[in-house]
């Protein structure tokens, strides 16, 4: 290895979600990695809202950590309020939001980054791919040095081609404050990718004393807080342990023997600053007025979104508050969510007021909201666009079907949440690595996960807007469900090895448990009924079962009920998938010539040709592709295969 | 998974068959479809001028069809141009004289020169691939080809029209915004939605409901226009079936002897009264026998008795204890049945049988009252005053069924306030829209285009 000419196994530019879960994958996996970026202070900073989770989004961190990703400890170690929503809609739904602390959120990731080996950080802009008759050798740096590297993967965000708007006034920039990225656009564009334009916004940031809170109603944080990764469940348990002398409610420590105060005394560092869920903090809610509509309406022409500034489609389910004034006029009042970005932060994030108006008319219009009739502004709101490359020119492993060894995550492939760069971040960086030791890609079925639901959108329909994830975008909603992610992708995770033994197999043990018990209550009887009956009755749940396991964990129990309460559906799903995976099973010859088969219409062979299916199933999914050319297209295939 | 009924180079090869019935005729049509179809004409087709593949579309040009130096029959060329064909592709059209035997010559000419002999239904799964029809036009064209009256055919020409295929069009994208509205309850957060969002989709689901079994509803007509009114004349041995039999039909049919039991096994023809096809089935005496044959026989007629459209019994109005079969089937059937007495000739005119009414099958006059009541008993099920429209099949029957019960599971989960059943009602309002799809063909399953297209006879 010595004598390799390269610096680098995987190169990671960029070290937003994407980036540093891209490189902290690699590295796990025994790669020399090198972490890019404009500024090593600024790796895993929150640039907008500093919120992990909400709907679809908790399912995708969830995931995460169920594969060995750092998003769902990252964010449960530093999190200042833990709530779950859609609580009543079922377990498929559910799902956790926490906010962590703006400040401890990157200062973690950058310790986690510290105490990796294998990785090494760059400070340098990108601006080339190093290319060598047409194969990728690295990256040139725009100060003209180059970083040899084997594979790379490219999590730039905001800052490709970054262009900040407040109202009329425009800036170039990543984030505000920020350089951007313009001369790797400009390489982008020099090798033929397809590229389009994107928007997103944040809103002004305010003095946390400015405001009076007397107007507004709390919110409250959750007791004990749900977390989102199973490190913190396990500290959460011993820290049972060690205050009340017995463990109830949570999971069983781990077989690893070690100190029993281990975790409680290593709090404060920056890895653990508090346990998960300790002194939470309130948030607030208030709401726009009639006024604050007035004032955006007489303004609307000159919002940079609005007057024509921005060429960019903008995020249609997290708009913009001039987007929600335009579109929903009959509406009285939109919810603000008042959050402090962290306990001892002054900087508050009036969640709902995101903007691209001129900052004196941001000013009128916060002030227009009961509560912040005296708000001190500390930065603006703004818009910013940014170029991304269309996502349908990559394989379902996240690489580049243009260039090999190259892969792409995050905004660059059209999506926006920390949670979706994060996701797609970690399976680039695995997905270089494996393609470095010469194994599968790790791909993720629809049916397995939203990660995979994510990446196939991704690759097989693309977007012109910002791509976030919904539970409505899943076609097997009831399988994939937060609460079951390290059950359904334990293979997956064996795969991969980031996880270590211990881990995989408590998992392992966890799931021998839960069928067992399952068996156990279908064939027990209580009066004539199995006690799996008894459990599917409404409103009925394990602890009130005659005859039960006293020794079984939350975790164990709450699977057990969903599994007996939702049985009928899971079967159903799994029905559905065994029908729909049949045309998955078809594969499309790489050969086939879509020019040769005149029978299909202009419009489907065009996009084809552009989206290459890998087979029948993905096929059906372009948009635009209808069922009777996937006819022709199987009619095809089994000629081809004769 | 199934073979596709595609042949394995449909879509690119040209297929050609004889699109007229075989038998003696006037005319006889092979019709060639495909990308040589141009290319096949010229080698087979000599006229004078330019040759098929140089003339310009929606034209025909009259000539020879030849092999070799053999001229084989004179022939009309029609040229059509994809996309505008009965399959969106090049169609050529060569109407020769009548006679299986020059139509078979010619057939064999156009696939010496390079096409290949369609399968059933090929025409059709073309138009279909081609994008020129959906799943229910197409099937609408097997309608038209079976249609037995003029009333049928005028209803598979509505729905090849396209008249059935927009209702269930409508019907799929009003469940389609449904489907996105219990998504969105899910998806966002409660305060970002209308407060109207659930009480409307509910409503919406009500009015699908309600346009399913409007839908439903027309199947009695439709299946009686497709597949014929059956109607079953049943009775003791020798009371006279085969007799009425051949009266309705006009001709001799069955064999009538004095020999009870001479009609062993059942005989089925149709024919055609007021508009309505009938499928008239003459069974086998019912009667206790050892004999093996004539008992398979009876079995086989209490069978055809239970899915008839009309039940005719015979009586003999001669025989006074011939009443013991009637007793029984009155009790357990419906409004289907009708007793007839026979052989009221044979009887004095004061007697009354206990039959709704009393007929010598041996007189026209008598016939004609039966096809008289025969009509109207059927007719209650079809407005035969009312327009002829599309009907659905017993495939959109089916489907239509289990996406109504369906929504139906929808409705009450969405009518509880037990939220937690949303989740769970999406997942069915998946499946609605599934089995809709699979109607028009918005759905792809290889099965089902299997199913459909291998049902088309050759040439269409």
Not at chain 1, 400 to 411: C, D, H, N, P, T
Not at chain 2, 187 to 206: G, H, K, N, S
Request: hydrophobic share 35%; net charge negative; proline share 5%.
């Amino acid at each position: 290895m010595s004598s390799h000419p390269f610096q680098y196994d995987v190169l990671v530019v960029g070290a937003g979600h994407a980036g540093y879960e891209a490189a902290l994958a690699a590295a796990r996996m025994g790669m020399r990695t090198g972490l890019l970026t404009m500024d090593r202070q600024a790796i895993g900073r929150m640039s907008c809202n500093p919120s992990i989770g909400g709907m679809a989004k908790s399912h995708i961190v969830c995931e995460l950590d169920a594969l060995g990703g750092e998003l769902a400890r990252n964010a449960d170690f530093t999190g200042i309020q833990f709530r779950t929503l859609n609580t009543r809609k079922g377990p498929a739904v559910q799902a956790h939001r926490l906010q962590s602390e703006k400040a401890a959120f990157p200062t973690r990731v950058q310790a986690v980054i510290a105490g990796q080996s294998n990785i090494h950080i760059i400070e340098a802009t990108a601006g080339n791919l190093h290319l060598e008759h047409g194969k990728l050798k690295g990256i040139i740096t725009e100060d003209g040095s180059t970083i040899l590297s084997r594979t790379v993967v490219i999590a730039t965000g905001t800052f490709l081609g970054g262009k900040i708007h407040i109202g009329d006034r425009t800036i170039e920039g990543g984030r505000l404050g920020e350089m951007g990225a313009y001369q790797l656009s400009q390489t982008f564009q020099q090798l033929g990718f397809r590229m389009g334009r994107l928007k997103t916004g944040t809103p002004p940031r305010l003095h946390r004393e400015s405001i009076d809170y007397h107007k507004t109603d709390r919110q409250p944080g959750v007791e004990p807080p749900p977390v989102f990764s199973r490190a913190a469940k396990r500290d959460l348990a011993l820290f049972h342990v060690e205050q009340s002398g017995f463990r109830d409610r949570d999971e069983r420590p781990p077989a690893s023997p070690g100190p029993a105060m281990f975790h409680v005394e290593h709090l404060g560092t920056p890895l653990k600053p508090w346990l998960p869920g300790d002194r939470q903090i309130e948030c607030y809610l208030t709401h726009t007025t009639e006024k604050t509509h007035e004032i955006i309406e007489a303004n609307l022409a000159r919002s940079a979104m609005y007057g024509g500034m921005i060429e960019g489609t903008g995020v249609r389910y997290c708009p913009s508050i001039e987007d929600k004034i335009v579109k929903f006029r009959d509406k009285p009042g939109h919810h603000v969510f008042i959050e402090p970005e962290g306990r001892d932060c002054i900087e508050i994030y009036p969640n709902g007021t995101s903007n691209s108006l001129p900052e004196e008319v941001q000013v009128e219009m916060i002030r227009s909201i009961p509560g912040l009739e005296r708000a001190v502004f500390l930065k603006p709101g703004y818009a910013i666009e940014y170029d991304y490359l269309d996502p349908t020119q990559l394989y379902h492993s996240l690489e580049s079907k243009v260039i090999e060894y190259l892969f792409m995550a995050g905004q660059i492939n059209g999506t926006t949440g920390y949670e979706e760069a994060a996701g797609q971040g970690f399976i680039a960086g695995v997905n270089a690595a494996m393609k470095l030791r010469g194994q599968t890609p790790l791909l993720i079925d629809r049916h397995e996960g939203y990660l995979g639901v994510l990446i196939d959108d991704l690759v097989t329909k693309g977007t012109d807007e910002p791509y976030r994830m919904f539970t409505s975008r899943a076609e097997h909603r009831l399988i994939l469900r937060q609460d079951n992610a390290p059950f359904r992708l334990l293979e997956k995770a064996r795969a991969i090895g980031i996880l270590t033994e211990a881990e995989l197999s408590e998992i392992d043990h966890m799931q021998l448990r839960i069928g067992r018990e399952i068996q156990r209550l279908k064939t027990t009887y209580e009066n004539g009924n199995s006690l799996a009956q008894i459990l599917r009755r409404p409103g009925m749940a394990y602890r009130g079962l005659p005859n039960r396991d006293g020794s079984l964990t939350a975790t164990e129990i709450e699977q057990i009920e969903i599994d007996l309460k939702y049985e009928g559906y899971i079967e159903r799903e799994h029905t559905q998938i065994n029908k729909s995976s049949q045309l998955d099973r078809v594969r499309i010859p790489a050969q086939l010539d879509y020019d040769e088969i005149t029978a299909l219409r202009y419009e489907s062979r065009e996009k084809l040709k552009r989206i290459l299916p890998e087979n029948l199933g993905q096929a059906s999914r372009i948009s635009g592709v209808n069922p009777s050319d996937i006819a022709i297209l199987s009619v095809w295939i089994k000629r081809l295969k004769g | 998974m199934t073979a596709p009924v595609p042949a394995p180079d449909a879509t690119t090869d040209t297929i050609a068959a004889i699109a007229t019935a075989l038998g003696e005729a006037g005319v006889s049509v092979i019709r060639i479809s495909g990308p040589q179809a141009f290319d096949i004409a010229d080698r087979v087709f000599a006229c004078k001028g330019e040759p098929p593949s140089q003339r310009s579309a929606g034209t025909f040009v009259f000539g020879h069809v030849v092999e070799g130096q053999t001229t084989i029959d004179q022939a009309l060329c029609l040229i059509m141009r994809a996309p505008h064909s009965y399959t969106g592709e090049n169609v050529v059209e060569l109407q020769g004289h009548g006679g299986h035997q020059c139509a078979k010559r010619i057939l064999r000419c156009c696939l010496e020169a390079g096409a290949r002999l369609a399968q059933p239904g090929e025409f059709t799964q073309r138009s279909f691939l081609n994008g020129r029809m959906d799943l229910v036009q197409a099937e609408a064209v097997l309608d038209l080809i079976h249609a037995r009256s003029a009333r049928a055919a005028a209803a598979a020409m509505d729905q090849l029209d396209g008249q059935l295929s927009v209702q269930l069009h409508q019907l799929y994208d009003r469940l389609i915004a449904t489907a996105a509205d219990i998504e969105a309850t899910l998806d966002f957060p409660e305060d970002e939605l209308p407060e109207t969002v659930m009480p409307a989709l509910i409503e919406r689901l009500q009015e699908s409901r309600a346009q399913c079994e409007a839908l439903l509803d027309t199947w009695d007509e439709g299946h009686l226009l497709r597949d014929g009114a059956v109607v079953v004349i049943s009775g003791k041995p020798n009371v006279g079936k085969s007799t009425l039999l051949n009266g309705l039909l006009g001709r001799d049919r069955a064999i009538v002897s004095d020999t009870p039991g001479t009609t062993r096994d059942t005989i089925e023809e149709d024919l055609v009264i007021d508009g309505i096809p009938i499928r008239l089935i003459d069974t086998a005496g019912l009667r206790i026998t050892d004999c093996e044959i004539e008992q398979i026989g009876i079995a086989r007629t209490r069978n055809q008795m239970a899915r008839a459209d009309l039940h005719i019994h015979l009586i003999d109005a001669s025989d006074p204890s011939d009443t013991e079969e009637v007793d029984r089937l009155l009790t357990n059937q419906s409004t289907k049945l009708l007793v007839i007495a026979n052989k009221v000739d044979l009887i004095e005119a004061s007697e009354k049988p206990p039959a709704e009414f009393s007929i010598s099958a041996t007189q026209d006059t008598d016939i004609k009252r039966v096809k008289r009541y025969i009509s109207k008993k059927l007719s209650a099920q079809i407005d035969l005053h009312s327009r002829p429209h599309a009907t659905i099949s017993e495939r959109h029957r089916d489907l239509l069924h289990k996406a109504d019960s369906e929504i139906r599971e929808v409705l009450s989960m969405l009518s509880t306030s037990s939220e937690d059943l949303v989740p769970l009602a999406s997942s069915r309002m998946r499946d609605v829209l599934d089995y809709l799809g699979q109607v028009t063909g918005r759905t792809y399953h290889d099965e089902l285009l299997n199913n459909i297209f291998s049902r088309f006879c050759i040439g269409k």
